[in-house]
């Protein structure tokens, strides 16, 4: 027999199991509440949205061993030079540019920041190749 007792042991507090024990009922037409939690009109906020643009480095020296002589070739350079004047044709006004550390990386970026104009260029040697 269910019988559910409450702390004092008094026999006239002794719920039968006839009755109901539930405080609110659950009604399968209310379906789920997806705010159980009371987070998700935290999660409807409007939020800033971003843009990431990455671009890989112009055609470089490909026939040295060492880095600081792979170089951005005439092609490459022009390659530079065509995405700074896309992205300034583009409208976008963008906030950073990040760069490797890489020589090739350093001079594409370069020539992309005489379009874009920023003030400064920031260097990530984590975005280094290896």
Known sequence: ANIVQTPNNNSNNLIQPDQQLRSSPIRSSEGWNWNWDGRHSEMNKTRGVRHIYLIRHGQYQTKTKFEDEKQLTELGNEQADWAGR????????????????????????????????????????DLNEG
């Open 86 to 125: 896309a992205l300034a044709e583009s409208g976008i006004s963008f906030t950073r540019l990040v760069q490797s550390g890489l020589i090739r990386a350093i001079q594409t970026a370069t020539t992309i920041n005489k379009y874009v104009k920023l003030n400064k260029v920031e260097q990530d040697i």
